[in-house]
């Protein structure tokens, strides 16, 4: 079933009304018209089953037929913390996270990232982000909008990331005495027996992490965590450790 991402502001009580960027989607793009049935989705987590009943040149109705509550993104919730990568590779990571259930996306600046200032990331990159965030909810029926946070410098994590007794961190690294994915789960597990809130993954660029960053995340008390002895590239080491966590911490269903 075809299903489309609308502000809340567009619902009038039994009817949705599409009009801009909306309609153009919907109606011009993906062919819609009078009569279609079809899915809107709404940022508090509801899905509205509709039926248009009028188009006209640049606006549309639809009355609602039913109304359901989409599940909520279970807990831990996990965030990726990503080191600025070329930008085919953050609009894949953006795309494949929103379907896997990432709460949120922090980019930030590290000594081997792609870009390493925020000026050189142009408001129509941030536009194209959100565009890819939308469209893979929509895909995958999710009932919110994954959060995509400002690039922040390499200093500025220390202030954002396990800010509570409930959250815990790890990141990707393919250097030597690091623990194994399936080790630090348990660790995890033994050391937060009333359970965990969030879980920090941070990834870095093309380039991993310098000597120094890697000190520093282990002196903010993150772990260092590996794959095995394969280098994965930066979209495939995201896409592994969400998948692995949602499957230990039970967030698969």
């Not at 990141?171 to 005495?177: I, Q, R, T, V």
């Not at 660790?187 to 660029?205: E, F, M, Y």
Request: proline letters at 4%.
């Amino acid at each position: 079933m075809r299903r489309y991402w609308i502000d809340k502001k567009d619902l009038f009580g039994d009817q949705v009304n599409f009009s801009g960027d909306v309609f153009h989607h919907i109606f011009d793009v993906c062919r819609q018209e009078e009569g279609s049935k079809f899915e809107v989705l709404t940022e508090d987590s509801k899905a509205y089953f509709v039926e248009v009943t009028q188009v006209s040149k640049k606006t549309a109705v639809a009355r609602i037929i039913e109304e359901r509550d989409i599940p909520q993104l279970k807990t831990p919730h996990v965030h990726l913390v990503l080191s600025v990568s070329r930008f085919p590779v953050m609009d894949a990571v953006m795309e494949k996270a929103v379907e896997m259930g990432v709460k949120s996306i922090q980019p930030f600046f590290s000594e081997f990232s792609f870009v390493r200032s925020g000026e050189k990331i142009s408001e129509n990159k941030t536009e194209r982000w959100d565009k890819i965030v939308k469209s893979a909810t929509q895909q995958s029926g999710r009932g919110d909008l994954m959060k995509i946070q400002a690039p922040v410098n390499f200093d500025k994590l220390a202030g954002i990331i396990n800010q509570n007794d409930s959250s815990v961190g790890l990141f990707a690294y393919e250097g030597p005495s690091t623990l194994s994915i399936k080790d630090y789960v348990s660790k995890v597990k033994a050391s937060h027996p009333q359970g965990i809130s969030n879980i920090w993954i941070i990834v870095g660029s093309e380039g991993g992490f310098s000597h120094s960053e890697v000190q520093k995340f282990q002196d903010l008390g993150l772990h260092p965590v590996t794959l095995g002895p394969q280098v994965l590239r930066v979209e495939t080491a995201c896409m592994a450790l969400v998948s692995v966590l949602k499957y230990d911490f039970d967030l698969m269903v």
